[in-house]
């Protein structure tokens, strides 16, 4: 079977690297699937989930954001923040996800909103991705 290089980078550290068969991404311009022999791209990524297909099974990870670049069948993936499923913190989420909601209601500025709403995003996304865990 073929397979290609992925790493998916944080601003703390390296949280996957091996070789896979398959990812999928929420690129800003919509969901990528990067298989072997990819042309080369660089993309920006949304809040969503990065699915990595490898050694028959798929790892979920939550991705608040970044960029993904494919070159020469190796895949690297720079996120603001990313978790896999099994690591993430159900209870930190909720409360960030009531935060939010909290601050979407008692709105006072324009950009209070765009924060609360990112924020939102990251929470509920976070709760999705931790159902397939
Ligand atoms: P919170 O308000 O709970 O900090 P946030 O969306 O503002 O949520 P981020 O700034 O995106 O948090 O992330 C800060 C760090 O905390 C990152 O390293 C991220 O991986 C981690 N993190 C945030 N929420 C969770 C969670 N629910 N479970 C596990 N790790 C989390």
């Given amino acids: 079977m073929k397979t290609m290089k992925v790493s998916v980078v944080t601003p703390q550290g390296p949280i996957f690297e091996g070789n896979v068969e398959m990812v999928s991404a929420r690129a800003?311009?919509?969901?990528?699937?990067i298989l072997?022999?990819?042309i080369p791209i660089v993309a920006p990524l949304t809040v969503g989930e990065v699915n990595i297909k490898h050694d028959g099974i798929v790892d979920h990870i939550a991705i608040s954001g970044g960029?993904?670049?494919v070159h020469s069948n190796i895949v690297t993936i720079l996120a603001e923040a990313a978790e896999m499923s099994t690591?993430?913190?159900?209870?930190?989420?909720?409360?960030?996800?009531r935060?939010?909601?909290?601050?979407?209601?008692d709105q006072?500025?324009?950009?209070?909103?765009k924060r609360a709403e990112w924020?939102?995003?990251?929470?509920?996304?976070?709760?999705?991705?931790?159902k397939h865990k």
């Fill in 108 to 113: 006072k500025s324009h950009v209070d909103f």
């Fill in 99 to 105: 935060r939010a909601e909290r601050r979407l209601r």
């Fill in 36 to 38: 072997p022999g990819h």
């Fill in 87 to 97: 690591k993430i913190d159900v209870h930190r989420a909720e409360e960030a996800r």
């Fill in 119 to 130: 924020a939102l995003k990251r929470a509920i996304n976070r709760l999705e991705v931790e």
């Fill in 28 to 33: 800003v311009s919509g969901e990528l699937g």
């Fill in 67 to 69: 960029f993904m670049e």
